[in-house]
C-alpha cells in the first residue's frame, strides 16, 4: 500500500515552522499537558494549591524539640526568654543556685553535647511508634540551628557543641530505615538577634533580618534536606510582608526541589494562623472536639508543660498512653492529624517514659491502624447515646469504624448514630475472629454485644475497634 498523503499544511517547512511557533505560543499563554500549576506570590493563589493528598492519609506524627535549651533542661524550652527577659523568680534563681555568676546562655552551647545522640536508634524507636511522618526543630526561637548553617555562625550544632549536622543524620536514618516523611520545624524569629530587634524597634519597617537571616535559612534547609513538611513558627506578630512569605512560598510550590510533595502550615505571619497556608493548626494543643471544614493538626505535647525535656518533670506531668490514644482518636474523627511531641536530653537520649509513650501507641495503632491510617470523617464524630465513642470511615470499602475509649461493663455497647439492616450489617471487633451479635433499635441505632473475654489475653487496651459494614 502507499503511504498517506501528507497535509497539504505541512508539506512547506516554514509553514510546519510556523505551526510549532503557534504551539510553543499557546503554552506559554495556556497550561501545556503535563505541566503543574504555578502559584503567584498571593494568598489567594497560594491557598488554591491542594494539599498534597499524602498528608491527610497518614494521621499520626512525631514532633521533636531539641535544641540548647535541653541543657538546663529546667522549666520550659522558652528557658532563655524566661530568665533573661522576663526574669521569672523560678528560672533566676535555678541559674544561682547552679551556674556560677556571669554565666550566659551561649555557655550553654557547648554543653549540648549529643554524645549518646544515635540517628538510627532514633529512627527505629519513631517507626515503633506507628507514626508516619517526623518533625524536627531545625531552630528554635533560641536562634541555635541543628545543622551548620552559613547563616548561624558559630551558634550551630556543627561549630559548638555536638559538632555533628544532627539534621543530615537524622534525615539519613528515617529515609533507610523507615517509611516516615522526613520534616523540619524552623522559626522565623529569633529572641535575641540584634537585627531582629533593631527591625522590631522600627516597627517592621526595617527589614534586615528576614533578608539576611531567616529566609536565607528557610532556602538553605529545603535545598540540602528536602523535607516533606516545612512547619514554620514564630512569626513575633510581624506580618507577613515583613517576612516575605508569600514569596518564599511561591518558590517553595513552584521551583523548589519539593514542590511536588512539599505540606506546610499556617504560621507566616501575624494573622495568618488558621487562615493561610497548607493545614491549619490554629493553636498549640489545638483539639476542636468538631469537623473542621480545612485540614488541620493538632500539635500537643506528651508532657503537659514544656515541649522541650524537663528535668525537674514530674510523673503526673506525662499524660498516660489512655489520654494519648484518646487524642488521637477524637483528632482524627473530626479530620484532623496528630502531631505528638517528645524532647530528648541534651546528650541525645529519647527518655524511657517517652520511648514506652511512643511504643505503647505503635502497639495499639499494629492493630487498630486500620480505623485511623487512610480514613476520612464519617457523617457523625462522635456517638449521640454513648460517650466516648469516635466514628472513622472509609468511603471506597464502605467500612465504618467506632472506637470505644471505654469497655462496657454491661455488657453491651449502644451506637445511637449507625443504622443496621438485618441479614446485611456485620459488626466484627478487631482482633476477635467471631462477629458480633447486635440487634437494631430502629432510629435510635442498634446495640452490639460485647464478648466476653477476659483482658488477660485481649492482645491490647486503652481503645477498641469494631468495625461495621452495611450500615447507614
Not at 531545625?138 to 551558634?155: I, P, Q
Not at 523540619?184 to 538577634?193: A, I, K, M
Not at 499524660?319 to 483528632?331: H, P, R, Y
Not at 487498630?368 to 454513648?386: C, L, V, Y
Amino acid at each position: 500500500m502507499s503511504p498517506p498523503a501528507r497535509s497539504s499544511i505541512l508539506r512547506s517547512p516554514a509553514a510546519a515552522l510556523g505551526l510549532l511557533l503557534l504551539l510553543l505560543l499557546l503554552c506559554l499563554q495556556l497550561p501545556c499537558p503535563g505541566d503543574a500549576a504555578r502559584y503567584d506570590p498571593t494568598w489567594e493563589s497560594l491557598d488554591s494549591r491542594p494539599l498534597p493528598a499524602w498528608f491527610d492519609e497518614v494521621k499520626f506524627g512525631i514532633f521533636i524539640h531539641w535544641g540548647v535549651f535541653s541543657v538546663p533542661g529546667f522549666g520550659s524550652e522558652w528557658f532563655w526568654w524566661y530568665w533573661q527577659k522576663e526574669k521569672r523568680e523560678p528560672y533566676v534563681n535555678f541559674m544561682k543556685s547552679n551556674y556560677p555568676p556571669g554565666f550566659s546562655y551561649q555557655d550553654f552551647g557547648p554543653l549540648f553535647t549529643a554524645e549518646f545522640f544515635d540517628a538510627n536508634q532514633w529512627a527505629d524507636i519513631l517507626k515503633a511508634s506507628g507514626a508516619k511522618y517526623v518533625v524536627l526543630t531545625s531552630k528554635h526561637h533560641e536562634g541555635f540551628t541543628l545543622w551548620g548553617s552559613k547563616y548561624s555562625w558559630n551558634w550551630n550544632a556543627v561549630d559548638v557543641g555536638p559538632k555533628r549536622d544532627i539534621v543530615a543524620e537524622l534525615a539519613s536514618s528515617i529515609r533507610n530505615r523507615t517509611v516516615l516523611h522526613f520534616g523540619l520545624y524552623h522559626s522565623l524569629f529569633e529572641w535575641f538577634n540584634p537585627l531582629f530587634l533593631d527591625d522590631a524597634s522600627s516597627g517592621f519597617l526595617k527589614n534586615q533580618f528576614p533578608s539576611a537571616k531567616s529566609l536565607p535559612e528557610l532556602y538553605e534547609i529545603v535545598n540540602k534536606y528536602h523535607p516533606e513538611i516545612l512547619w514554620s513558627d514564630g512569626d513575633a506578630h510581624a506580618p507577613d510582608t515583613y517576612w516575605n512569605s508569600t514569596g518564599f512560598l511561591a518558590w517553595l510550590y513552584n521551583d523548589s526541589p519539593v514542590r511536588d510533595m512539599v505540606v506546610t502550615n499556617d504560621r507566616w505571619g501575624a494573622d495568618c494562623i488558621c487562615k493561610h497556608g497548607g493545614y491549619y493548626t490554629c493553636a498549640d494543643r489545638y483539639n476542636p472536639g468538631h469537623l473542621l471544614p480545612h485540614k488541620w493538626e493538632n500539635c500537643m505535647t506528651i508532657d503537659k508543660n514544656s515541649w522541650g525535656y524537663r528535668r525537674n518533670a514530674q510523673l503526673s506531668d506525662y499524660l498516660t498512653i489512655e489520654e494519648l490514644v484518646k487524642q488521637l482518636v477524637e483528632t482524627v474523627s473530626c479530620g484532623g492529624n496528630l502531631l505528638l511531641n517528645i524532647g530528648p536530653t541534651h546528650d541525645g537520649r529519647i527518655p524511657v517514659i517517652f520511648e514506652e509513650r511512643l511504643k505503647q501507641m505503635g502497639s495499639w495503632l499494629a492493630l487498630n491502624g486500620e480505623a485511623i491510617f487512610s480514613t476520612k470523617p464519617w457523617r457523625a464524630q462522635n456517638d449521640s447515646a454513648t460517650p466516648g465513642v469516635w466514628y472513622t470511615f472509609k468511603p471506597k470499602e464502605d467500612i465504618l469504624y467506632a472506637i470505644f475509649l471505654n469497655w462496657p461493663s454491661s455488657g453491651t455497647l449502644i451506637l445511637g448514630e449507625p443504622k443496621g439492616v438485618t441479614g446485611k450489617t456485620v459488626v466484627k471487633l478487631i482482633g476477635y475472629e467471631e462477629p458480633l451479635p447486635w440487634v437494631s433499635m430502629g432510629e435510635k441505632g442498634m446495640m452490639v454485644v460485647a464478648p466476653q473475654l477476659p483482658f488477660t489475653i485481649f492482645p491490647y487496651q486503652w481503645g477498641w475497634t469494631l468495625q461495621l459494614t452495611n450500615v447507614y
